[in-house]
């Protein structure tokens, strides 16, 4: 019987791009909000999470040997008006993310690649998606943001 090749299907090398690719774009995404507003949660607390999924992802491109592409987003992130407003799009690109991790869950059989791609789905479904749940609840419920990021942009800072 043959050892498993080291070698990615193209399958599976587009599925380790589009990973990759997403997480580069929460990153770039998060920051974003975090320059335009101040160190707001929980975008302060989850962009760490996000250069962590990134990490997570080049390792596989490294054990794999595949080229890591340059981050493409920065300076390309969305814009928003309000942290509230963030946090309303931020719901929806969590959603969106583990329905793109549900695809890419079915590119490969290789363990150790399913075992990142499950913990990254797992982390935008359980920790991510809740905290920006009750981020936009918040805004909802007319608390909206105040915090530290008005202070910052107020003195000059931001």
């Avoid at 080291?6 to 690719?21: F, M, T």
């Avoid at 774009?25 to 707001?40: C, E, L, M, N």
């Avoid at 993310?97 to 363990?111: E, G, K, Q, V």
């Avoid at 009750?134 to 909802?140: F, G, H, I, P, T």
């Amino acid at each position: 019987m043959m050892a498993e090749s080291i070698e990615l299907d193209r399958q599976e090398e587009r599925a380790l791009l589009a990973a990759l690719d997403d997480e580069y774009k929460s990153h770039a995404t998060y920051d974003q909000v975090i320059r335009d507003f101040g160190p707001v949660r929980p975008f302060v607390n989850i962009v760490e999470a996000e250069a962590r999924h990134i990490a997570a992802l080049v390792t596989l491109f490294d054990r794999y040997g595949l080229p890591v592409p340059p981050d493409p987003w920065p300076g390309k992130a969305p814009r928003y008006q309000s942290v509230d407003a963030a946090c309303v799009a931020a719901v929806q690109a969590e959603i969106d993310n583990a329905a793109l991790y549900d695809r890419l869950l079915a590119s490969t059989r290789r363990p150790d690649i399913l075992a990142v791609l499950q913990a990254l789905r797992s982390a935008s479904q359980d920790r991510h998606l809740p905290a920006f749940q009750r981020c936009a609840q918040r805004s909802a419920d007319g608390g909206g943001h105040s915090g530290a990021g008005r202070r910052m942009r107020a003195r000059g800072r931001a």
